[in-house]
């Protein structure tokens, strides 16, 4: 294991700002299982920066929780001095790492606020706390969440139920309530995307989205959140690449000085680390070389540059800034400090021993089925009934058949409907007119939420199209949505009012267990005498 936390006025200037850069890696062990070989480095490679660079962290994708716990330790052995570790884990470490809590996309506790905003604020509270404890447990140590943007944009493709909701208010409450449980544990939270990218309508992984309202409304509705994870002593902010025309149009906001240190700064008080969304993204990729990009970041205010292009080309952009004079051995250290006062929370907290048998304890299971329950929403004319003379289908439609990891061949939106005599077909949204000439009785599935890369909210005119001669022939009896809410307003107002349905803003086994329960009315005890596949672990 490395040294906790040695000195770090001794380093030499190229250390110092390799503890400024952050890198991402396959959370899995061995090489050969590298999913993104573009951002993620081998391990000869990785090793090698870890130990020669002097870089401050890691941020992972992919494995089981319980080899994340053995992949965590590799990383710090190989590391020069204790790393952040860091995940994107904005609904639960089981949202990544398979094994340990899966939370509901954080709307869904939005949902529960708009009748009962002190039920939405306890389960924040806990939603944060279990992903603190279940991330400490597997040595990771930087949870990049909670969203604080205000999602009041229904085209927006990248935010969209990521975001708790579309009121700064009850956005602000939660966000609060999240941060203060996850101070139950020495894990760093993070509030993103500052200033607020929830009314954009693309996508800041692939372009540079826009932002045209005046101060008055940027102060009135995007700041707000990030005013209130101040207030509750967030640990870091995350920048979004977005150009805010009103405070500067020429730079997004992660390359802006005016927004970090003028904004954030200095007007919002904010004095923890200030991070980069990934510098790989095109929202700043595409504006400069890779290495003017990390020096400009540097210069705007951020403390912490995430996945640069080339971590060693970046530390020598930078190193070269301040031998030019153009960035000043001070302002490193400026961020050195901040880096060190969240290290110190991490590696030098007396606190219980945390461990991987911790993870995804009964009561914390059953938070995540009440909050499923308790965000569902319906129709007034359930159930659906079922006729059993008839051939009938459960037509499960999902965004990309090849990233639909949460269908697995035991999964009750599978075996549910299998139960009462429906016949499977699973198809993918953009190539699912083959089904169309089929005319029997059907139960629609839709598995549909906006994520990044992907330009979209995951609903577009080709599969409008495709829906609406479905509800043509009359033939849909029963509809059930797991995602995005605004995929539901669209198919309220085309379909018939007597088709019953069911939304559900989760996509996990637990949700399209209760989805289905509630669509048909079963009990536990009903689905438990009709079939062995089915435990208590789903119903």
Avoid at 504 to 529: D, P, V
Wanted: one cysteine or more.
């Amino acid at each position: 294991m490395p040294n906790l936390l040695p000195d770090w006025t001794q380093f030499t200037l190229q250390e110092k700002i390799g503890q400024m850069i952050v890198v991402r890696t396959s959370g899995y062990l061995f090489d050969h299982q590298i999913r993104y070989p573009v951002w993620e480095a081998s391990n000869p490679k990785l090793s090698d920066w870890l130990a020669r660079l002097n870089l401050g962290g890691v941020i992972l994708l992919g494995g089981s929780a319980a080899e994340l716990l053995l992949r965590t330790q590799q990383l710090q052995e190989w590391s020069k001095t204790s790393l952040f570790i860091a995940a994107d884990i904005e609904e639960g470490v089981g949202q990544r790492f398979t094994g340990a809590t899966y939370f509901p996309p954080p709307m869904a506790l939005g949902e529960i606020a708009k009748s009962d905003l002190k039920l939405a604020v306890k389960y924040a509270y806990k939603m944060g706390e279990v992903t603190a404890k279940e991330a400490l447990g597997m040595g990771i140590n930087w949870i990049l969440s909670p969203v604080v943007d205000v999602n009041n944009n229904p085209d927006n493709p990248v935010i969209n139920i990521r975001s708790f909701a579309d009121s700064p208010q009850v956005v602000s409450e939660l966000t609060k309530a999240f941060i203060e449980g996850a101070k139950n544990y020495p894990a760093l939270t993070t509030a993103k995307h500052f200033p607020g990218h929830g009314d954009t309508s693309s996508d800041s992984h692939l372009d540079l989205p826009i932002i045209s309202h005046n101060n008055e409304r940027l102060e009135n509705i995007e700041l707000v959140p990030f005013q209130a994870a101040i207030e509750a002593k967030v640990d870091s902010i995350m920048t979004a690449h977005l150009l805010i025309n009103a405070w500067d149009k020429e730079n997004p906001a992660t390359l802006s000085q005016s927004i970090l240190t003028g904004k954030l700064r200095e007007k919002l008080g904010f004095d923890g680390l200030i991070v980069t969304d990934a510098l790989i993204m095109g929202g700043v990729a595409k504006l400069a070389k890779s290495e003017e990009i990390a020096v400009k970041a540097v210069e705007a205010g951020a403390d912490i540059l995430l996945m640069p292009d080339d971590p060693e080309m970046a530390i020598n952009s930078v190193y070269n800034a301040v031998k030019s004079g153009r960035l000043t051995v001070e302002r490193i250290d400026q961020s050195l400090n901040k880096i060190w006062q969240a290290k110190n929370k991490i590696f030098n907290h007396n606190n219980e021993k945390l461990s991987v048998y911790q993870l995804s304890q009964k009561e914390d299971r059953d938070i995540v089925k009440n909050i499923l329950k308790y965000s569902i929403r319906t129709s007034n004319n359930l159930p659906l009934k079922t006729k059993q003379e008839t051939s009938k289908r459960n037509l499960i439609v999902v965004d990309n058949l090849l990233n639909a990891d949460f269908l697995e061949r035991q999964m009750p939106a599978f075996i549910i409907p299998n139960l009462l005599d429906y016949n499977l077909q699973l198809v993918d949204q953009n190539t699912f007119s083959y089904v169309l000439e089929d005319d029997r009785e059907t139960l629609l599935q839709i598995f549909i939420r906006g994520n990044p890369f992907r330009g979209n909210a995951g609903f577009n005119e080709t599969a409008k199209g495709a829906y609406h001669r479905l509800l043509k022939k009359s033939i849909i009896k029963g509809l059930i949505i797991y995602g995005s809410p605004y995929i539901l307003d669209w198919f309220i107002t085309e379909m018939e009012p007597d088709i019953p349905w069911v939304f559900s803003y989760g996509q996990m086994a637990q949700s399209q267990a209760i989805a289905c329960q509630t669509l048909f009315n079963l009990s536990a005890s009903e689905l438990r005498s009709m079939s062995q596949n089915l435990g208590d672990v789903f119903i």
